[in-house]
């Protein structure tokens, strides 16, 4: 059984409003369908279907102020409710008290500790290694997890060999933004399809997409709607190559934040948890989820690496 994580920054289930919630306005026929033919907003939660299940995820775990993305990724990957433990949110990046969390007791630790196989799919640049390097980037908490747990961070040969995707899916970015004209590019049905392709490879796997919370920060909605049908794209490729008798995709976010863009600061809705795959699994390891803290606990028994 393989089981691939796609994490979402920044996206929370807001009104049903296009004029505040790119949810509302952008065309994503395919991620529409899985959901009874709705938007991905607070209304239209919870859904069970015939491929996808759909629940409403408290992010503010009990604890007081808004949600922020070093706790709530934290919490998805250990299951600990760290903000209570702490008594606060924290982010972006993880401070050492959050960090102290990720080493050992997360998901990508838990799967190697068990002999299977784990891995981060997002292939990074030259220049975040060097940001990291001189001490001018910190690892978010994701990364962090990640080479915590004996693991490389794929990097520009990893991407250019097809062995990890570009943060944005397609690859535009390293050849727009980064400099390397040459760079592979996708169209989105296509990286959806490698993305298949790709986490067929791992038990556990994990794509992290961030530029959802930084549209929502930058209030900028043609943006924020251009992104969500190039991921509608990459959703449909993705689903096309995906085996949900054997797999299991869940999607899910650390906070709302891009689903309401009337303010650029991060909201206190619930997130998406979004189960793709066989009904049986969704119901058997999934079923009474309500909090953050309950995702990573229910991943770990579905992989069995408890």
Do not use: C
């Not at 503010?60 to 919490?75: D, N, R, Y």
């Not at 600061?265 to 058997?284: E, Y």
Request: aromatic content about 10%; overall charge negative.
């Amino acid at each position: 059984m393989n089981l691939l994580f796609l994490f979402l920054d920044g996206i929370g289930l807001g009104e049903n409003d296009p004029e505040i919630n790119p949810f509302a306005r952008a065309q994503t026929p395919t991620l529409n369908q899985l959901i009874g033919g709705k938007p991905l907003t607070r209304h239209t939660a919870p859904f069970e279907g015939d491929r996808a299940t759909l629940l409403a995820v408290d992010a503010g775990v009990g604890v007081k102020g808004l949600p922020q993305s070093a706790t709530g990724q934290a919490i998805l990957l250990t299951g600990i409710n760290i903000p209570a433990e702490l008594g606060y949110h924290y982010g972006p990046k993880p401070n050492p008290e959050v960090a102290s969390y990720l080493n050992g007791a997360t998901l990508f630790s838990k799967t190697v500790h068990a002999g299977k196989k784990a891995a981060l799919l997002n292939g990074y640049p030259p220049r975040y290694f060097g940001g990291i390097e001189s001490g001018k980037r910190l690892y978010s908490s994701i990364p962090l997890a990640v080479t915590n747990a004996g693991l490389s961070l794929f990097n520009k040969d990893d991407f250019y060999a097809g062995h990890a995707l570009s943060a944005d899916f397609t690859g535009e970015g390293w050849r727009g933004f980064l400099g390397f004209p040459d760079a592979p590019s996708y169209e989105p049905v296509q990286a959806g399809i490698k993305l298949a392709e790709l986490a067929r490879q791992y038990d556990f796997s994990l794509f992290e997409y961030w530029a959802s919370d930084y549209a929502g920060h930058k209030q900028d909605m043609p943006w924020a709607v251009n992104q969500l049908e190039t991921f509608d794209g990459v959703l449909k490729g993705l689903l096309e190559a995906w085996q949900d008798e054997d797999d299991l995709i869940v999607l899910t976010s650390d906070h709302g934040n891009m689903e309401d863009l009337s303010t650029r600061r991060h909201t206190d809705a619930k997130v998406p948890l979004l189960l793709i795959g066989d009904l049986r699994a969704r119901q058997k390891f999934f079923s009474g989820i309500r909090a953050l803290t309950d995702i990573a606990p229910a991943i770990e028994k579905f992989l069995q690496v408890q």
